[in-house]
């Protein structure tokens, strides 16, 4: 178990105020989605990654079973309603009840994004998935980098712009 000084500090901010401050941060949102769907990244882990680095913590070797959960929630789960949303897009834009439908789907994907948080920051806190930070470990840039299924030139600008904001961002 990680030390109950790491546990306390894990809580403040807590991922999703984290998450949320992150991502308005000017290009993390373009960036993340542009990783989500040119790369097979899921934002919430990209996210759940920063926030560990911002409290000096790395995920461990036994969190691989924690996180085949939660990417089994956002395959199961987020993935569809976020299709769903998307496919209505050009008809939502001619067509009021298929907008609301739309709008419907979006929080509920946002909802999905939220408990898909909340399942990252309790495993952070109450398992061995979490440590703190080695100097020998790798750096973010490695550790975002291992979450993407292709990284070219298109997917190393925007982890760029996700780190230099995330340095940037001071909760």
Do not use: F, N
């Not at 998450?19 to 882990?45: I, K, M, N, S, W």
């Not at 089994?72 to 009021?96: G, M």
């Amino acid at each position: 178990m990680h030390s109950t000084q790491l546990c306390t500090a894990l809580r403040t901010p807590p991922l999703w105020d984290y998450a949320l401050a992150l991502y308005q941060r000017p290009g993390v949102a373009d960036a993340c989605l542009q990783l989500q769907d040119t790369a097979g990244a899921d934002v919430c882990e990209l996210l759940w990654h920063c926030w560990l680095d911002h409290h000096g913590a790395v995920a461990t070797d036994e969190a691989h079973d924690a996180l085949a959960e939660i990417r089994d929630w956002q395959t199961s789960v987020t993935q569809p309603i976020r299709h769903l949303r998307r496919q209505l897009k050009p008809r939502a834009q001619h067509e009021p009840d298929v907008a609301a439908l739309r709008q419907h789907l979006k929080e509920a994907e946002l909802l999905a994004e939220r408990e898909t948080l909340r399942r990252y920051q309790a495993i952070a806190e109450t398992s061995q998935a979490v440590r703190a930070r080695r100097a020998a470990d790798t750096d973010l840039a490695t550790r975002l980098a291992r979450c993407l299924t292709t990284c070219g030139p298109p997917q190393r600008a925007a982890l760029t712009t996700l780190l230099t904001q995330r340095a940037a961002h001071r909760p």
